[in-house]
């Protein structure tokens, strides 16, 4: 069986993001838990914190550590841009 976690960050703290962030995080577990096909690890999430920088990505960080310590198989995300930090372009 595959082991997934999935990953859920908010920007702001408004209580309509507040909403959003528990809304995705139960979907995500749910959604795990329901397939018999995958192990249910975590959902990963971060609270009011920016996309432009991994730095207080607590959430973030701790799963990508977990995924290279090989306890991720799959993770599931809202959108790809959530993994996406800066991008340096050359001039």
């Known amino acids: 069986k595959r082991r997934v976690a999935a990953y859920a960050r908010v920007s702001t703290g408004s209580e309509e993001q507040e ?3 528990v809304a995705q ?4 577990e749910k959604l795990i838990q329901n397939n018999d096909e995958w ?3 975590e ?9 432009l920088s991994s730095r207080h990505r607590d959430g973030f960080n ?3 550590d977990d995924a ?8 599931l995300t809202k ?3 959530r993994f996406f930090l800066k991008i340096i372009l050359p001039q």
Do not use: C, P, Q
Request: aromatic share 16%.
């Open 62 to 64: 701790r799963m990508l």
């Open 68 to 75: 290279k310590a090989g306890k991720i198989d799959l993770i």
């Open 43 to 51: 959902v990963y999430y971060d609270d009011g914190i920016s996309g």
């Open 39 to 41: 192990v249910f690890v």
């Open 19 to 21: 909403t959003s962030l």
């Open 79 to 81: 959108s790809l841009s």
């Open 25 to 28: 995080r139960d979907y995500y």
